[in-house]
T-cell receptor, first 113, second 113 residues
Framework: SQQGEEDPQALSIQEGENATMNCSYK?????LQWYRQNSGRGLVHLIL?????REKHSGRLRVTLDTSKKSSSLLITASRAADTASYFC?????????????FGIGTKLQVIP | DADVTQTPRNRITKTGKRIMLECSQT?????MYWYRQDPGLGLRLIYY???????NKGEISDGYSVSRQAQAKFSLSLESAIPNQTALYFC????????????FGSGTRLTVV
């Protein structure tokens, strides 16, 4: 099963509203990352939150991490039509020389103008 | 120029053919990765390389091989393409350490008929 699982899988909101996406995972992690992907394009790194951090902000983005619940949320405030994209969480459980970054299947966000 | 460049952008090939996907980066990063993306499955790691002499298998390496020609170049080969290798392929780079996310290329859409 997926290490990172986003919820909901699809979200449709009106422009100006806030959008919240959640990510749950199963094992201990070093950090959790959020990415955005416009249709058929490469993923763009949005924000990284380390396991000892609880909240992080970047512009209109707010990420929280609850390691006790093994979950994270991404909040996009005052959404814009240009925010329409898929959003992925990626959990990094790498150790030593072994790479273990696992992506979820994503949340597809539609912002209606 | 893009930080991570993938060629070709699109490719249609026949079952049984050998095909190479190329990736070059100008970030100066040592770490490079190949992922494939399938609808509903998220991104899955095929191979990764921490430097020119270090190549590692990811979770779905069967049917694929890689070559790290230089720090900036990492190519992925399908030795004998099969239809279930039809997918969107991404190359990515990152710095070591847990502070940084990936920089992705724009992807190669591969169709095996």
């Amino acid at each position: 099963s997926q290490q990172g699982e986003e919820d909901p899988q699809a979200l449709s909101i009106q422009e100006g509203e806030n959008a919240t996406m959640n990510c749950s995972y199963k094992t201990s992690i070093n950090n959790l990352q959020w990415y955005r992907q416009n249709s058929g394009r490469g993923l763009v790194h949005l924000i990284l939150i380390r396991s000892n951090e609880r909240e992080k902000h970047s512009g209109r983005l707010r990420v929280t991490l609850d390691t006790s619940k093994k979950s994270s949320s991404l909040l996009i405030t005052a959404s814009r039509a240009a925010d329409t994209a898929s959003y992925f969480c990626a959990t990094d459980a790498s150790s030593g020389g072994y790479q273990k970054v696992t992506f979820g299947i994503g949340t597809k966000l539609q912002v209606i103008p | 120029d893009a930080d991570v460049t993938q060629t070709p952008r699109n490719r249609i090939t026949k079952t049984g053919k050998r095909i190479m996907l190329e990736c070059s980066q100008t970030k100066g990063h040592d770490r490079m990765y190949w992922y494939r993306q399938d609808p509903g499955l998220g991104l899955r790691l095929i191979y990764y390389s921490f430097d020119v002499k270090d190549i590692n298998k990811g979770e779905i390496s069967d049917g694929y091989s890689v070559s790290r020609q230089a720090q900036a170049k990492f190519s992925l080969s399908l030795e004998s393409a099969i239809p279930n290798q039809t997918a969107l392929y991404f190359c990515a780079t990152c710095e070591p350490g847990d502070y940084y996310g990936y920089t992705f290329g724009s992807g190669t859409r591969l169709t095996v008929v």
